[in-house]
Structures are given as structure tokens and as C-alpha cells.
């Protein structure tokens, strides 16, 4: 079964509009959060990553926000761009295995 | 340039007919790991080596085997391959988990 959650499958945003992708997990034992991004046709790459001991982590117009709490992280893509589009992938990592979430399509309408 | 690199990336076999994708990275790292990609499951990882000659099982082990002989080298081996192999596969790497992983450009399997 899916060890992290993601929500939503797809999403469709206006160029300039706010972009979020929602995910939980359960296992306490995982201790990074990476968020990957893929483009069609190539490998996911990485865009950013938050340790639980951080609640707010913010890349350019990228944040990460962690709620350890209640085990859930999100990701918000702020003036989201055309060049944005692209399937997002959050994940956790515990030891030496890394769970992925099922991904969402972003698509950003220009 | 550092890369992971992923061969074949495209193939069509038949079922039972064993198949290896090579996969090699020229950055020196230690962890090494096998994804495969389906529609609506996301990325499930299938082994991992944390370095040369270990090797451990990920979520969807059965069916595909590995070898780590060089640091570089991390070949994922199917046996005898049936249709519900049928996905996109993707070597990574990394120098450990916690960093980032290098991904390679993905192999697309077809298994008739």
C-alpha cells in the first residue's frame, strides 16, 4: 500500500495563480521529505526537501510546508508558469528507502 | 557530465524470454536504487545497494533481481519476465538518501 498520500491527481491553474499539492504519511520513522519533478519523457529531479525538525522551507517560488503533527507536508508553487507544468512527486525517506506519493499533473494555463 | 545512464531505453520482449537493463553512474556514489513507474501508483522502488555487493529488497522485489560487482554498475536483471512488468523503470543514485537522487532518463519496457 501507498506508505505517503497525495492529493490532488491533477490540478489545472491560471498562469499566475497559487499551485497545492497535499501529502500524509504515517510511518513517524521516515525523517526527510523531498519533492521531485518530471517532465514528460525524462526522470524525476529534485526541487526541493524539508527535515520534520523545519515547518516552513521556501525555494524561489517554491515552499515546502511540514505539519509533524499531523503528518502531512505540502507543496505551494507560487506565480505559477507554463514552464511549471509537469508531474510533482512528494516523498519520505526512512533508512535506505524512499516512498513515493502517486503524483500530481499540474497544469498551468497561460 | 554527471549522469545516470539507462539501456536499452525502449524494448519489446516476450513473456519468459530473460531480459537485463544496465544502468551506470559516473559520480561515485554509494547508494544505487531500481524504480518502476505506473499510471495512478507513482514511483515503487524495487531494490536498492548501498554500496558494492549489498543489496536489499524495496516494496515490489518479486520478479527482478540485482547485482552490485562496481560501485558504478547496478543491472536489474528479469528472470523471466511477464506482462505485469509491463512499465517505465528508472535507476537512481545518490551519495546517500537524504541527498539528492540522480535519476536517469527511464527504460520502457513491453512485455508481450
Known amino acids: 500500500q501507498q506508505q505517503v498520500k497525495q492529493s490532488p491527481q491533477s490540478l489545472i491553474v491560471q498562469k499566475g495563480g497559487i499551485s497545492i499539492i497535499n501529502c500524509a504519511y504515517e510511518n513517524t520513522a521516515f525523517d526527510y521529505f523531498p519533492w521531485y519533478q518530471q517532465f514528460p519523457g525524462k526522470g524525476p529531479a529534485l526541487l526541493i526537501a524539508?527535515?520534520?525538525?523545519?515547518s516552513e522551507k521556501k525555494e524561489g517560488r517554491f515552499t515546502i510546508s511540514f505539519n509533524k503533527s499531523a503528518k502531512q507536508f505540502s507543496l505551494h508553487i507560487m506565480d505559477s508558469q507554463p514552464g511549471d507544468s509537469a508531474t510533482y512527486f512528494c516523498a519520505a525517506v526512512n533508512d535506505y528507502k524512499l516512498s513515493f506519493g502517486a503524483g500530481t499533473t499540474v497544469t498551468v494555463r497561460a | 557530465e554527471a549522469q545516470v545512464t539507462q539501456n536499452p531505453r525502449y524494448l519489446i520482449t516476450v513473456t519468459g524470454k530473460k531480459l537485463t537493463v544496465t544502468c551506470s553512474q559516473n559520480m561515485n556514489h554509494e547508494y544505487m536504487s531500481w524504480y518502476r513507474q505506473d499510471p495512478g501508483l507513482g514511483l515503487r522502488q524495487i531494490y536498492y545497494?548501498?554500496?558494492?555487493?549489498?543489496?536489499d529488497k524495496g516494496d515490489v522485489p518479486e520478479g527482478y533481481k540485482v547485482s552490485r560487482k562496481e560501485k558504478r554498475n547496478f543491472p536489474l536483471i528479469l528472470e523471466s519476465p511477464s506482462p505485469n512488468q509491463t512499465s517505465l523503470y528508472f535507476c537512481?543514485?545518490?551519495?546517500?538518501?537524504?541527498?539528492?537522487?540522480?535519476f536517469g532518463e527511464g527504460s520502457r519496457l513491453t512485455v508481450l
Open positions: 545497494s548501498m554500496n558494492v555487493e549489498v543489496t
Open positions: 524539508i527535515r520534520p525538525d523545519v
Open positions: 537512481a543514485s545518490s551519495f546517500r538518501l537524504t541527498t539528492e537522487l540522480f
